[in-house]
């Protein structure tokens, strides 16, 4: 039965926060596992092998893109690159070690008895998102899972073959040098972060409030748009703050830092005796 002290730590909490948001890779597990080297590989070698880019330029290239873009599929797809999403996506994680990453039991009772809804925002796609929370052993610990396929409709955005010769391509090389030419950056057909766009649908697609949501990412810019749009922010896997995040955690282990309503009501610092398991919910295409 929830207690007095429960109810008062739930009100506490609620005041502030009704929902925590959450980024999946570098932040549900630490940068340190060594899983996102492998990721940065295989997008190079998809890159090289499946869009014929020079093995030389591919890692400036991917970096570019990734600056530009938030994402290298975004960036590809932006410069005039066509290719199929769910080839991508294989190519990319279908191969990943994910052994790598092992249960985290002390960050599933974390989020378990935190008493606020819980979101996944993610821009990988929604088999990797799986993966990733079973090895983990969080796939019971969200309301919602919002990855790729959720932002993105895969069947309209460009989902396609290359078409060989008769492309063209926008010269990335050429903007990085000399940026304040004449050349715009080509829009991209990718729904991701961190443009406000993916932000605006992910707020309607779980009706969230951003000023009642606290936002965890490893990102910069994904912090500083969130909190641009109202979002309480949290930079995970470092304890320096800088400007445009609210706090920052070497850990989600440490939340209590970026919660601290939660662990007023207890000095002892016993940890929290309320519990209410939340079912996950099937990522809903756009």
């Known amino acids: 039965m929830e207690s007095y002290e429960d109810d008062q730590k739930q009100q506490a909490l609620e005041h502030k926060y009704d929902c925590l948001l959450f980024d999946i890779d570098d932040t549900l597990y630490p940068q340190g596992s060594g899983l996102s080297v492998h990721v940065t ?130 010269d990335i090389d050429e903007y990085t040098t000399c940026p304040d030419a004449d050349l715009v950056l080509p829009r991209t057909p990718v729904v991701c972060k961190p443009f406000e766009e993916a932000f605006e649908q992910v707020f309607k697609i779980a009706s969230i409030n951003p000023r009642k949501t606290l936002f965890f990412d490893d990102s910069i810019r994904n912090l500083q748009t969130g909190k641009g749009l109202g979002l309480h922010t949290v930079w995970v896997g470092s304890s320096h703050r800088i400007e445009g995040v609210d706090c920052a955690l070497e850990s989600l282990h440490n939340i209590k830092e970026a919660l601290p309503e939660l662990w007023e009501a207890n000095d002892k610092s016993e940890g929290i005796k309320y519990s209410k398991k939340v079912a996950i919910e099937t990522p809903v295409e756009a």
């Open 41 to 170: 590989q295989n997008i190079q070698e998809y890159m090289i092998k499946k869009l014929g880019i020079e093995e030389s330029k591919a890692p400036e290239l991917c970096v570019s893109l990734y600056k530009y873009y938030g994402t290298t599929m975004a960036g590809l797809r932006a410069i005039g690159h066509k290719f199929d999403y769910d080839d991508f996506h294989s190519f990319v994680h279908g191969r990943l070690p994910y052994q790598m990453l092992k249960p985290d039991p002390v960050l599933r009772n974390i989020l378990l008895n935190v008493p606020v809804r819980k979101v996944v925002f993610t821009n990988a796609d929604k088999a990797h998102a799986s993966r990733v929370l079973s090895r983990l052993g969080l796939e019971d610990c969200f309301e919602r899972i919002i990855c790729f396929e959720t932002l993105n409709d895969v069947a309209n955005k460009g989902n396609d073959p290359v078409d060989g010769d008769d492309q063209e391509f926008f």
